[in-house]
């Protein structure tokens, strides 16, 4: 977890608990369900964790707003993100009933009372929110029309999509018509695993 504190130098004594607790029950839950490559359980604070955390680095989303990640699998990247965030309110969405079973377990067991996690599709959700964010699902001309609406009416030039995504998007973005600014992660974190990932923030008002 040093690699979270180096980053992250601001951390509270509760909030590294928690994300080593949630290491703890990631690999638990890894073991039964596979909810990232076994490769990368020996990486699973630099390459899921940081990853997820990207996101902290290019918005703070502010106290009581509201975000959703959609197809969060085994919690990523809602899990870090309500850790780090204690004050926003956050929901997780999958269409996998037993990934989605492991967030909620998860979340108890870390007492993370800011999460709610639900099995669903991102096209069924009727509630609102300020911030949507997300990790590889699909293309962005797929993606983003499952989130267009899911925006409350009054937002400002920081909400919209955050989408965790690698390698060359150019192409990416000029099919899905979108107005998205790229954030290059290997501007925050040194890793080589960050060389090629971004996060795509695509406003409200795009």
Do not use: C
Not at 69 to 93: C, N, R, S
């Amino acid at each position: 977890m040093d690699i979270l504190a180096r980053y992250f130098p601001d951390l509270t004594d509760q909030q590294k608990r928690h994300f080593a607790q949630l290491e703890t029950e990631f690999r638990s839950w890894n073991e039964r369900l596979n909810l990232v490559a076994r490769t990368d359980v020996d990486n699973l604070a630099e390459r899921h964790f940081l990853h997820s955390l990207g996101i902290a680095k290019v918005v703070q989303f502010p106290a009581g707003t509201s975000v959703l990640d959609v197809g969060t699998g085994g919690g990523l990247p809602g899990l870090p993100l309500a850790i780090l965030f204690p004050e926003v309110k956050f929901h997780l969405v999958d269409s996998i009933g037993k990934k989605i079973r492991a967030v909620q377990e998860m979340a108890h067991a870390l007492g993370l009372h800011n999460l709610t996690a639900e099995q669903t599709r991102a096209e069924q959700v009727r509630a609102k929110y300020d911030y949507v964010v997300s990790r590889a699902v699909a293309r962005l001309a797929t993606f983003h029309p499952w989130i267009a609406h899911r925006y409350k009416s009054q937002g400002d030039a920081t909400t919209g999509l955050y989408y965790l995504k690698g390698g060359d998007l150019t192409e990416e973005i000029e099919e899905s018509g979108l107005v998205a600014h790229v954030h290059n992660l290997s501007d925050y974190f040194q890793e080589e695993f960050f060389e090629t990932k971004k996060v795509v923030f695509v406003p409200t008002t795009s």
